[in-house]
């Protein structure tokens, strides 16, 4: 894939275009004690070209993250007694939906099993293309049906351990498994598939097939995937297909970290430090 090609032809900023020109991106994502994962995914997106980006959270942790987020829109949603999300909520979040591009879910959300079920009947009835990491994937684990009943399409970002928790099967670091078990998913579940790790592997239903280049250990950090996952979904967003998204965010994502690394080394790089390289990293691909 051309990705520098595919940064001119998608990334393009019309004179004429306005906030709901680049995207209108939902993230629900965050829980008490994760408040950090709905940050850092909604700022991916934000730092990806996004228009509006609206995080929705648990009303038990709605001030923290309030308090903290100037750029980003925050919705409270109704909790659980653990401060996560509520199936109360889930009214609330289809109308809002309706109003939205582009669904970012999972990261943070926990593993309460009251959320869990919200996860999965959002996944099911909502018609938004969906971009599932973290909690979101573990809500699947046992229900991989759910993908089948999903109304749009969806890319799903497991790293290797997400991967066969949800998959099953073995996984191992050669170049010739993690592409295959990846295709076999993507063509089996009909979802883009995205294998994180050393040369992430992005798998379309159809077959194609992509290696990235970019990356280094030194993102091998917590909240690396969650900015991953809001980039994915801005980049949706702004006319890709889920494929391209994909393709286009973890090389980006990969390409911001190794500008990090540059500055800051592999040993102190954190999650934050690659939404901080995400403007070099989309300007030196020729974006505006």
């Known amino acids: 894939m051309d990705i520098k090609k595919l940064v001119r032809e998608k990334l393009r900023r019309p004179a004429t275009g306005h906030k709901g020109t680049f995207g209108r991106i939902f993230v629900l994502a965050g829980s008490r004690g994760m408040t950090g994962a709905a940050h850092l995914a909604g700022m991916g997106a934000l730092r990806s070209g996004a228009g509006l980006v609206t995080i929705g959270v648990p009303d038990a942790v709605y001030l923290i993250i309030a308090k903290r987020e100037s750029e980003l829109m925050v919705r409270p949603l109704p909790s659980t007694v653990k401060g996560t999300l509520s199936l109360k909520g889930f009214s609330e979040i289809k109308r809002f939906c309706f109003t939205q591009n582009v669904l970012a879910i999972g990261p943070g959300l926990s593993q309460h099993v009251t959320t869990q079920q919200l996860i999965r009947k959002i996944l099911q009835e909502t018609e938004l293309p969906a971009v599932i990491d973290a909690d979101g994937l573990n809500a699947l684990k046992g229900h991989l049906k759910v993908l089948k009943a999903c109304r749009a399409r969806a890319v799903l970002t497991p790293h290797p351990g997400e991967f066969t928790r949800v998959f099953g099967g073995a996984l191992d670091d050669s170049g010739v498994l993690r592409p295959r078990r990846a295709l076999e998913a993507a063509r089996e579940h009909g979802a ?13 239903p159809e077959g194609k097939v992509y290696v990235n280049s970019t990356g280094n250990p030194g993102m091998a950090t917590a909240g690396s995937g969650d900015v991953l996952t809001g980039m994915i979904a801005a980049l949706a967003g702004q006319g890709c297909s889920l494929f391209e998204a994909a393709c286009l965010g973890v090389h980006v994502h990969g390409l911001a ?3 990090a690394v540059k500055k800051i080394g592999q040993v102190s790089l954190t ?3 690659i939404v901080s390289f995400l403007p070099d990293a989309f300007q030196s691909l020729g974006a505006a």
Do not use: F, Y
């Open 257 to 259: 970290g190794d500008l």
């Open 192 to 204: 883009v598939l995205v294998l994180k790790g050393h040369r992430t592997v992005v798998a379309s």
């Open 271 to 273: 999650a934050g430090d």
